[in-house]
């Protein structure tokens, strides 16, 4: 789908902006998000869905684009959770934060949360800058 009639909501740098994701955008998504669980960062996923069960679910998602790249996305479930993906070449840009902050932006609730694995330090600073406090820690035992 073209981005030429989508809604868009700009970056302050006013050329990256967010728009909401579409079904030709979902292998773009699967990709990022399968190739962010290879990194172990995960803490809610150990085991990538099926492309059919990963999209099921009530969730929204936005492209984070300049209109010529997918650099990532972000979305927010129904539960009120965030979740962000940048691809590596884009990050340390604040392209996250900023994203994560229209998000909010974009379906504003009385709550927010994240969930993040510890060893996640730039996912830390990204949420704390948007006012995130630490709420719980969640502790994991796997069995082989």
């Known amino acids: 789908m073209s981005d030429n009639n989508e809604k868009k909501a700009y970056f302050t740098d006013n050329i990256t902006y967010l728009r909401k994701a579409f079904d ?6 699967y990709h990022l998000v399968e190739e962010f669980l290879k990194t ?16 099921k679910s009530d969730t929204q998602r936005f ?3 300049n209109g010529h790249d997918k650099m990532g996305f972000v ?7 965030v979740g962000y ?10 392209l996250g934060t900023e994203a ?3 998000l909010m932006e974009l379906n504003p609730r009385k709550r927010h949360f994240a969930t993040i694995n510890n060893k996640n330090e730039a996912s830390i600073k990204l949420i704390k800058k948007l006012g995130f406090k630490p709420k719980a820690t969640i502790f994991e035992k796997i069995n082989e």
């Open 63 to 65: 492209i984070i684009t």
């Open 24 to 29: 030709d955008d979902n292998s773009f998504i």
């Open 75 to 81: 979305q927010i479930l129904k539960n009120n959770e």
């Open 100 to 102: 994560v902050k229209i």
């Open 85 to 94: 993906f940048v691809y590596p070449k884009y990050q340390g840009r604040g």
């Open 40 to 55: 172990n960062l995960s803490v809610t996923v150990l085991e990538m869905p099926s492309f059919e069960e990963f999209f």
